[in-house]
Nanobody, 122 residues
Framework: QVELVESGGGLVQAGGSLRISCAASGLIFANNYIAWFRRRPGKEREFVATISWSDTTTFYADSVKGRFTISRDNAKSTVYLQMNSLKPEDTALYFC???????????????WGQGTQVTVSA
């Protein structure tokens, strides 16, 4: 069983930065991947970025590549998403999730947090 709690969301102006966090508790294995997804208003949940729990492997959606950075602190069991050069279209509810392997489909993720809202004003 894994529990995920997101935090750090808020309101930021376009061009600004924000870092959101995902604190994990429970059993996370070396081959697991921790991902960020988001659900924008009126849209389906979409993949943002993912990171291996055991090495530096990361993957990003094209829409955030070069602006967002995913990282983790194993000692704190926390994954971060540093978001720079934010755009109004980044406004969304951001979720973290755990999967047994790399995947961009939300169907592959068995554990989810409740989400943290990020709002980017124009």
């Amino acid at each position: 069983q894994v529990e995920l709690v997101e935090s750090g969301g808020g309101l930021v102006q376009a061009g600004g930065s924000l870092r959101i966090s995902c604190a994990a508790s429970g059993l996370i294995f070396a081959n697991n991947y921790i991902a960020w997804f988001r659900r924008r208003p009126g849209k389906e949940r979409e993949f943002v970025a993912t990171i291996s729990w055991s090495d530096t492997t990361t993957f990003y959606a094209d829409s955030v590549k070069g602006r967002f950075t995913i990282s983790r602190d194993n000692a704190k069991s926390t994954v971060y998403l540093q978001m720079n050069s934010l755009k109004p279209e980044d406004t969304a509810l951001y979720f973290c999730a755990v999967a047994s392997w790399y995947a961009a489909s939300p169907n592959e993720y068995g554990y989810w947090g409740q989400g943290t809202q990020v709002t980017v004003s124009a």
